[in-house]
């Protein structure tokens, strides 16, 4: 369960946001990006292409407004010897990011580009570290949208003393890394603040230079979730990825980052497609696509368009996410380590979304009660209720619901108005 520890750091971190002008920031992104589907074998047809998709599926009706460029964008040959710009890839990008960028504005959608606060990024490609305010007007010039900024190649100057590495992520990008994976964070002193550390020092770097253009720019930041990014990341930019625990430092102008969606990807079945989305919008992760949008299903297409979902996600007065309420596995529903939080709920203006969870390997059964549910009136035992998957209005239900769920899918409602059972 989760803690008034957990409000208090909410309510510092709305104080410390980096507001930007027009709203942006305010809440989550909702785009697409090309690292997923395609890795370095990106270019300027495949963008554009995305572009269209999002219009021709109907993504940007429902918000989705980002075009992201991954990495392995810019020449790996280096930057201009004279003025040392960085120079997109001829060869991948013959338009200039500027030309990819004018033809995504003409469809009414924005564009984002990729760097890393190091001396290359994680491909090898050149990075901004050193060159942030060369870079920033660069990217102002071109007119890019939204800034996504990773953590490899970091110089030995720049290693943090305590970086809260977490493991899975040294292994993974270890190669990429110069230098150790470096003290964990609960062996930084009592009080250490993390806002001091060389890791917030490179992204905020970035963050005054992209603040200094005349131009709008949402920045993403992709630190790892290291040097414990909670305590400065709201002030850094609008998100920072995540790793380890998924305590919910998530409210307007500040947002978790649990990284790109991989619906459409690998072999995820139908159900654990809806739940890894599910959650995604429920925690209020940036809603990023992943994937070649050419070949998406339409059952995968619908559940990226989820509205219940989506207008959880994006809602205007509650910030908020949802969060768990109880356990599904241990008996008397405790905390279990190895296991994922079953049941989750959150407030919005149309109504509390509650989520229950089956994470085992066999389908089970799922009793969401509305006498446990923390946002719900406890005045009231019966509650008009709506299922989120098929839209259905399941009329005024009393007590609760319970149902049989397949193994890892979710099953989610909208609980609205109190009622009184016919």
Request: glycine share 10%.
């Amino acid at each position: 369960m989760y803690t008034s520890i957990s409000l208090a750091a909410l309510l510092v971190r709305a104080v410390a946001a980096l507001v930007l002008e027009d709203g942006v920031g305010k809440l989550h992104a909702l785009g697409w990006n090309s690292w997923n589907a395609f890795g370095c074998n990106i270019n300027e047809t495949k963008v554009i292409a995305a572009a269209n998709q999002m219009i021709a599926l109907g993504f940007k009706d429902v918000g989705y407004e980002y075009v992201n460029i991954d990495d392995c964008w810019a020449a790996k040959t280096g930057r201009d010897n004279s003025t040392g710009q960085i120079i997109p890839d001829p060869a991948k990008f013959p338009s200039g990011i500027k030309g990819v960028a004018d033809r995504i504005h003409a469809l009414g959608l924005k564009v984002g580009i990729y760097g890393s606060a190091g001396t290359q990024t994680c491909g090898g490609y050149p990075a901004q570290i050193g060159h942030e305010q060369l870079d920033a007007a660069a990217f102002a010039a071109w007119g890019i949208d939204y800034f996504k900024y990773d953590n490899c190649y970091v110089p030995d100057g720049w290693i943090d003393t305590y970086t809260a590495c977490v493991p899975d992520q040294w292994q993974k990008y270890g190669p990429y890394v110069n230098g150790p994976c470096g003290v964990s964070a609960s062996d930084a002193p009592i009080g250490y603040d993390w806002a001091s550390s060389n890791t917030s020092h490179r992204y905020n770097i970035m963050r005054d230079a992209l603040l200094a253009q005349n131009r709008t720019i949402l920045y993403s930041l992709c630190e790892w979730g290291q040097a414990n990014v909670q305590q400065w990341g709201n002030a850094t930019g609008s998100s920072w990825r995540i790793s380890g625990g998924i305590n919910p430092y998530v409210n307007f102008w500040g947002h978790n980052d649990a990284d790109m969606l991989e619906v459409g990807n690998g072999n995820l079945t139908l159900a654990e497609t809806r739940s890894h989305f599910a959650f995604w919008a429920a925690m209020k992760s940036p809603l990023i696509i992943g994937t070649t949008l050419e070949s998406l299903p339409d059952t995968h297409v619908n559940i990226l368009k989820n509205k219940y979902l989506l207008s959880f996600s994006q809602d205007q007065v509650h910030g908020a996410p949802a969060i768990p309420y109880k356990w599904g596995t241990n008996p008397n529903w405790t905390f279990n380590a190895t296991h994922p939080a079953e049941y989750w709920s959150g407030k919005s203006t149309r109504g509390i979304l509650t989520l229950a969870l089956n994470g085992l390997d066999t389908s089970a059964t799922r009793e969401i009660l509305w006498g446990e549910i923390p946002h719900l009136d406890t005045d009231s035992d019966a509650f008009m209720t709506t299922d989120i998957w098929t839209g259905k209005s399941l009329g005024c239900r009393k007590g609760g619901i319970k149902t049989v769920v397949q193994s890892h899918d979710t099953v989610g409602y909208l609980i609205g108005e109190k009622c009184t059972p016919g």
